[in-house]
């Protein structure tokens, strides 16, 4: 699919300047009158002798646009036009048509032609037409790209933040989101590192362009150079036709390598020479396709470790750890965990057609006492169960896996945590104090040297359960079950 811009692999020169165009007229006064109105524009014209090499021309040098006369000599222009929306459906088309022939011109358009000029075209009508139609297929292609990247994913903006631990995140990608320069995100796996990196590229200056992702530990070794650089037709056993690589799909914009420790060998030393000479040659190619992306690497593994281990090239590593983000797992973030409990009920259940239900405070209580060993990834799973398995338009305690409840009735204990806000400490402090007198609320009332009342008032506000009245979920269950 043509893009707002293309780069041009010949020679290794770029085209970013200009907008190559296709012109196939046989007629030599007027290819002649067409190439000098377009080079005045500053256009570069591809030149095609009929359809065979205009199909090729389509294939090789992938232009913004092309220029076709209904008139040629030794081509039906309508079979013509089919060919050139097949290769490239995308391309925008200006036709030619003499006054005789304005119904071939209608036809055209039809068939998916953006305009048409009479012939011999005025030159500056020529140009105007053109950069009409190059400046609304520009428009249509990024509103695309934009609508397809809302509607499968969230930006910033999915970022929750509430924590000290993903503020500090959100500052980091603020302050190297202009930046130019490569990017690694570490953490854990099913932190939301892609999350991270999409947020990056939006903040950045390159959020008009792609975002393409591709997961190493997910692709074969044997076709992950193919997905990153292309494949010429016939350079390898399936190629039946050439294809464009990542990296040339990502042009102008980011290319995400999540996983990029099970990148084999071969392959990191390939894209270690794309980050530093910014161009590379498809499989079985033989010219050079310059790009300009910023690549965003992510890992769960110790690459310095891999590097000890003559498992990752020490030079690609030092490459990519230009600028580094850290996210910390879930456990280290658990003043997020409301939040996200909210924004997963909510999109799943319109993922899954059901009704959205309500969380009690005490369910979210169990889910920020849980450790999460499979971080945001691991309660985006556990709340789709609960929300499908669940009867009622209520999460209650009981409908959380055992370990989780379990995990609420005796929480993990030690020294509070990095990023730990003042009302998890209260609400920690007030339930080992209730647990520590068996429950009695007048005695932890005096212990923490607070009145009664307040202390209900807290206690409701925490979603605490009593210690010794563990039971009362059951037999409230019990008793909606008779009503």
């Given at each position: 699919?043509?893009?707002?811009?293309?780069?041009?692999?010949?020679?290794?020169?770029?085209?970013?300047?200009?907008?190559?165009?296709?012109?196939?007229?046989?007629?030599?006064?007027?290819?002649?009158?067409?190439?000098?109105?377009?080079?005045?524009?500053?256009?570069?014209?591809?030149?095609?002798?009929?359809?065979?090499?205009?199909?090729?021309?389509?294939?090789?040098?992938?232009?913004?646009?092309?220029?076709?006369?209904?008139?040629?000599?030794?081509?039906?222009?309508?079979?013509?036009?089919?060919?050139?929306?097949?290769?490239?459906?995308?391309?925008?088309?200006?036709?030619?048509?003499?006054?005789?022939?304005?119904?071939?011109?209608?036809?055209?358009?039809?068939?998916?032609?953006?305009?048409?000029?009479?012939?011999?075209?005025?030159?500056?009508?020529?140009?105007?037409?053109?950069?009409?139609?190059?400046?609304?297929?520009?428009?249509?292609?990024r509103i695309a790209l934009l609508q397809g990247e809302?509607?499968?994913?969230?930006?910033?903006?999915?970022?929750?933040?509430?924590?000290?631990?993903?503020?500090?995140?959100?500052?980091?990608?603020?302050?190297?989101?202009?930046?130019?320069?490569?990017?690694?995100?570490?953490?854990?796996?099913?932190?939301?590192?892609?999350?991270?990196?999409?947020?990056?590229?939006?903040?950045?200056?390159?959020?008009?362009?792609?975002?393409i992702a591709l997961n190493c530990a997910a692709m074969?070794?044997?076709?992950?150079?193919?997905?990153?650089?292309?494949?010429?037709?016939?350079?390898?056993?399936?190629?039946?036709?050439?294809?464009?690589?990542?990296?040339?799909?990502?042009?102008?914009?980011?290319?995400?390598?999540?996983?990029?420790?099970?990148?084999?060998?071969?392959?990191?030393?390939?894209?270690?020479?794309?980050?530093?000479?910014?161009?590379?040659?498809?499989?079985?190619?033989?010219?050079?396709?310059?790009?300009?992306v910023r690549v965003i690497a992510a890992t769960n593994?110790?690459?310095?470790?891999?590097?000890?281990?003559?498992?990752?090239?020490?030079?690609?590593?030092?490459?990519?750890?230009?600028?580094?983000?850290?996210?910390?797992?879930?456990?280290?973030?658990?003043?997020?965990?409301?939040?996200?409990?909210?924004?997963?009920?909510?999109?799943?259940?319109?993922?899954?057609?059901?009704?959205?239900?309500?969380?009690?405070?005490?369910?979210?209580?169990?889910?920020?006492?849980?450790?999460?060993?499979?971080?945001?990834?691991?309660?985006?799973?556990?709340?789709?169960?609960?929300?499908?398995?669940?009867?009622?338009?209520?999460?209650?305690?009981?409908?959380?896996?055992?370990?989780?409840?379990?995990?609420?009735?005796?929480?993990?204990?030690?020294?509070?945590?990095?990023?730990?806000?003042?009302?998890?400490?209260?609400?920690?402090?007030?339930?080992?104090?209730?647990?520590?007198?068996?429950?009695?609320?007048?005695?932890?009332?005096?212990?923490?040297?607070?009145?009664?009342?307040?202390?209900?008032?807290?206690?409701?506000?925490?979603?605490?359960?009593?210690?010794?009245?563990?039971?009362?979920?059951?037999?409230?269950?019990?008793?909606?079950?008779?009503?």
């Amino acid at each position: 699919m043509a893009g707002p811009s293309r780069i041009i692999g010949g020679m290794g020169e770029s085209s970013r300047g200009s907008s190559a165009v296709l012109v196939v007229v046989d007629e030599g006064s007027i290819r002649e009158r067409v190439i000098h109105s377009l080079a005045r524009a500053g256009h570069r014209p591809v030149l095609a002798s009929g359809g065979r090499d205009a199909v090729r021309r389509l294939e090789e040098d992938r232009p913004e646009a092309a220029i076709v006369d209904l008139e040629l000599s030794s081509e039906d222009p309508a079979v013509l036009l089919q060919e050139i929306r097949r290769v490239d459906p995308a391309v925008p088309v200006l036709v030619l048509a003499g006054a005789a022939h304005a119904g071939a011109a209608v036809q055209a358009l039809r068939q998916g032609a953006d305009d048409y000029l009479h012939r011999p075209p005025d030159p500056v009508e020529l140009r105007i037409r053109l950069g009409r139609i190059l400046d609304r297929h520009d428009l249509d292609s990024r509103i695309a790209l934009l609508q397809g990247e809302i509607s499968k994913h969230q930006s910033v903006k999915g970022l929750v933040a509430r924590s000290s631990a993903m503020r500090a995140v959100l500052d980091r990608v603020e302050r190297i989101a202009p930046l130019r320069a490569t990017v690694l995100v570490q953490g854990e796996s099913g932190v939301g590192k892609e999350l991270v990196a999409r947020a990056v590229h939006f903040s950045s200056p390159r959020r008009d362009f792609p975002f393409i992702a591709l997961n190493c530990a997910a692709m074969p070794q044997s076709l992950i150079e193919s997905e990153l650089f292309g494949h010429e037709k016939g350079s390898f056993t399936g190629a039946h036709a050439r294809a464009r690589g990542k990296f040339e799909i990502a042009h102008r914009g980011t290319l995400f390598l999540d996983e990029i420790g099970e990148m084999d060998p071969g392959t990191q030393a390939k894209l270690l020479r794309v980050l530093e000479e910014k161009e590379f040659m498809r499989l079985g190619g033989d010219r050079s396709i310059r790009v300009d992306v910023r690549v965003i690497a992510a890992t769960n593994a110790n690459l310095e470790d891999l590097v000890e281990r003559s498992l990752f090239r020490r030079d690609l590593y030092y490459r990519l750890k230009v600028l580094t983000v850290q996210v910390p797992p879930l456990r280290e973030r658990r003043a997020d965990i409301p939040v996200l409990v909210e924004t997963f009920l909510d999109q799943l259940a319109r993922v899954n057609a059901v009704r959205p239900k309500r969380i009690l405070p005490e369910a979210v209580a169990a889910l920020q006492a849980y450790s999460w060993p499979g971080n945001v990834r691991e309660l985006k799973n556990v709340l789709e169960s609960v929300l499908v398995s669940s009867p009622g338009d209520v999460v209650r305690l009981e409908d959380l896996p055992p370990a989780m409840s379990r995990t609420r009735l005796a929480p993990e204990r030690g020294e509070p945590r990095a990023g730990t806000t003042l009302a998890e400490m209260e609400r920690e402090l007030i339930l080992r104090t209730l647990e520590q007198t068996g429950g009695n609320r007048t005695h932890a009332a005096s212990i923490l040297d607070i009145g009664v009342r307040t202390l209900q008032r807290k206690i409701r506000a925490f979603g605490i359960r009593i210690p010794s009245k563990r039971r009362r979920p059951r037999r409230r269950a019990a008793e909606e079950t008779a009503r």
